[in-house]
């Protein structure tokens, strides 16, 4: 036997010497055996023979690895054999006299091989400790002579199919390369490719003998951390399979026997694991949380844990990266190779903060779509906005913005200020990278602001017209949703949705502001301190928010000083002079609505009103003039809704106000 015979018909060659030395020691004890013990020492040589290949067969393999004695490779290579000869089955009965005995037992073992002993039952030797073979023990019946098989992941082992096994593979699945790419460090930005080799020298400067370090990968972009992994596990020559936290065993047996299993796996089909314990909260017993951290503290292997923020509760020694997203100027590289133009890919770096799968899968799409009449910078445009369209239905709602610059009506101070705000946020890129500002704050590269003024004059809809003109997402913040009785609750349903919201393809407009981001108070008792730490958390995250969160107040007094002085910009919406009434009268009407002729905009003009306001009578006044007539929008329309709004508004009606016909006449 040489190591020039492929592995695979070695092994074979070797079972088959090792099944027929087998054959040859039952077939010595039967009653009428004819087997001499020259037969027996001839196959056992040629056993031997075979066990000399390089590499070693596979139950040579195991022995050595899983540390079973000579007597304990027999009494497993007994038991396979079950599974392998069917002739094996009759011998065991005609040895132990028995034929509804045709299965080996320990008793059976001890008497048929040299050097026995009464140790290999006990559960802490490598045949039960490693779950090698089952026992089916019933009732009152003695151990030593009850049934005994090898368990079907060793026997396929045994027979050189090396697979993962099967119960695992329930809990596991393999991490691939999501889109085209020999290897996955191909699919890493140079800023990451630097993470992963960090990670792989370190695992690299550890003594074998050494455990390694559990590997916590921080941040929020798991396809990012999942290549990181991938690129670390490839380099070590093992496979990269992903579990989720919550789906291991919360009961102490079951967690146990995978404990077991996973043990025995790592010295046979050794893997790496990609834990994905992201959404894992808690600390109860019988909670996923306790049960990942009794599966790491038990076992040993090359784990990476995903997690946004570092865990310090695990026993074994961690080592913790933080795997970002391509950074700003990276992602202008990425564009710039798939989309070409420079402005191109740097108004889309600017915008959306994507890692380089994401990049390939819209350019991909958009190019699968060559047939329509949208251009390639409309298709890429739209591409990144349904990918990074956050999932926030529970606490936010996402608007339908109509409005544009010619819709609003506001004094020129307030609406170059809004300009500003959409030219801050168009060239992020070009100051933050380009012009070298990103390298100098950590903090505070979001663009941020304050609307102020009364309910009515135009808050929500400036919003519409920055989201129009930038072609983003709007999300109106339900605040109803997000703040919360129970203790951490808020902050928790704060951190999903700016974190949501993070790459860029939205804007978040926090209407009544004031109910979540008002003045600190001094603290009289546990819920004033808790109320605090929500603000406190606030102005926080709105700080490193990196996109364009809009804050309305009715209120700018009942605003906290903190905010204020980290804001951007802070516009005020007056309430509309005599001159801005009379443009919103102007504008209130679609040009297809049939109106009267007579129409007195300046007259409905010295109604004190704001626009929400204009815009509600406007619709009533529609409505009345679908069901008259006339189907026309009138003055006496118009003015029977304004009578109507300004009675919901509690405010006095003068009806010299309404007397437009009798001064018409007087004129």
């Known amino acids: 036997m040489t190591d020039r015979i492929p592995w695979h018909e070695a092994n074979a060659y070797h079972l088959s010497a090792a099944i027929h030395w087998l054959r040859l020691k039952l077939q010595q004890r039967m009653p009428d055996a004819t087997v001499t013990d020259a037969e027996i020492a001839s196959a056992e040589e040629s056993m031997s023979e075979a066990a000399a290949i390089e590499p070693p067969p596979a139950l040579i393999t195991l022995s050595s690895v899983l540390g079973l004695t ?3 490779q027999s009494l497993l290579l007994l038991c396979a054999a079950m599974e392998l000869d069917t002739q094996i089955a009759s ?10 005995r045709a299965y080996p037992t320990f008793a059976l073992a001890l008497s048929l091989f040299d050097q026995p002993f009464w140790d290999v039952v006990s559960p802490e030797r490598p045949l039960r400790s490693w779950r090698l073979i089952e026992i089916h023990q019933a009732g009152a019946q003695p151990l030593t002579v009850s049934p005994i098989k090898a368990d079907e992941r060793i026997v396929n082992y045994l027979k050189g199919l090396n697979y ?3 119960r695992l593979s329930a809990l596991l699945s393999p991490v691939t390369i999501p889109v085209a790419a020999e290897s996955p460090a191909q699919l890493l930005a140079p800023s990451q490719q630097q993470v992963a080799e960090a990670i792989a020298d370190q695992v690299d400067a550890i003594p074998h003998w050494y455990q390694v370090p559990l590997l916590q990968l921080l941040g929020s972009d798991r396809t990012s951390k999942q290549l990181v992994a991938l690129a670390v596990a490839e380099q070590m020559s093992m496979p990269l399979y992903r579990m989720r936290v919550e789906l291991l065993p919360t009961h102490a047996s079951e967690l146990e026997t995978l404990i077991r299993l996973w043990q025995r796996e790592m010295q046979l089909y050794p893997v790496a694991l990609y834990l994905d314990g992201e959404t894992i909260e808690g600390s109860a017993p019988n909670s996923p949380a306790a049960a990942l951290r009794t599966f790491l503290d038990s076992t040993h292997g090359l784990f990476f844990l995903d997690l946004r923020e570092q865990s310090g509760s695990f026993e074994q020694p961690t080592l913790s990266f933080e795997v970002e997203k391509p950074t700003p100027i990276e992602q202008r590289h990425i564009w710039q190779q798939i989309v070409g133009p420079a402005e191109n890919a740097g108004v889309l770096a600017s915008q959306f903060n994507l890692n380089l799968v994401e990049i390939q899968q819209i350019a991909s799409t958009a190019q699968g779509e060559q047939d ?4 390639g910078d409309n298709r890429l445009w739209h591409g990144c906005l349904v990918r990074t369209r956050p999932s926030l239905d529970r606490l936010a709602q996402r608007l339908d913005t109509k409005a544009t610059w010619d819709d609003l009506v506001l004094p020129e101070a307030e609406t170059n200020l809004l300009r500003q705000m959409a030219a801050q946020v168009r060239h992020r890129s ?9 390298n100098r704050m950590n903090r505070g590269l979001g663009v941020n602001a304050l609307f102020a003024g009364e309910s009515g004059t135009g808050k929500t809809m400036a919003a519409e017209v920055i989201a129009n003109e930038l072609r983003l997402n709007l999300y109106r913040i339900d605040l109803s949703s997000v703040v919360s009785k129970y203790i951490g609750e808020t902050e928790k349903n704060l951190r999903k949705l700016f974190d949501a919201a993070e790459d860029g393809g939205a804007i978040l407009f926090f209407d009544e502001a004031d109910a979540l981001f008002g003045k600190r108070s001094e603290v009289k008792d546990s819920h004033d301190r808790y109320a605090n730490i929500e603000v406190n958390y606030l102005l926080q995250r709105i700080e490193a928010y990196s996109g364009l969160a809009i804050l309305a107040t009715n209120i700018k007094a009942s605003m906290d000083t903190a905010f204020l002085r980290r804001l951007r910009f802070i516009i005020n919406f007056p309430f509309p002079s005599l001159d801005d009434r009379q443009r919103l009268w102007e504008k209130v009407f679609p ?15 010295r109604m004190t009103l704001t626009g929400g306001s204009i815009i509600n009578i406007a619709l009533n006044a529609a409505f009345a003039a679908a069901t008259s007539e006339e189907r026309e929008i009138t003055m006496p329309l118009v003015l029977a809704a304004s009578r109507s709004e300004f009675r919901k508004l509690d405010r006095p009606v003068n ?3 309404f007397a437009w016909k009798t001064l018409e006449r007087m004129r």
Do not use: H, M, N
């Open 70 to 72: 000579e007597f304990e």
């Open 91 to 100: 011998f065991c009965a005609k040895v132990q006299d028995d034929s509804q």
């Open 164 to 166: 993962l096994d099967d």
């Open 372 to 375: 329509t009449s949208e251009s």
């Open 430 to 438: 070009t100051v933050y990278d380009e012009w070298g500002f990103r």
């Open 591 to 605: 040009p297809q609505i049939p109106k009267a002729p007579d129409l007195d905009y300046a007259w409905l003009a």
């Open 655 to 657: 009806e010299t106000d």
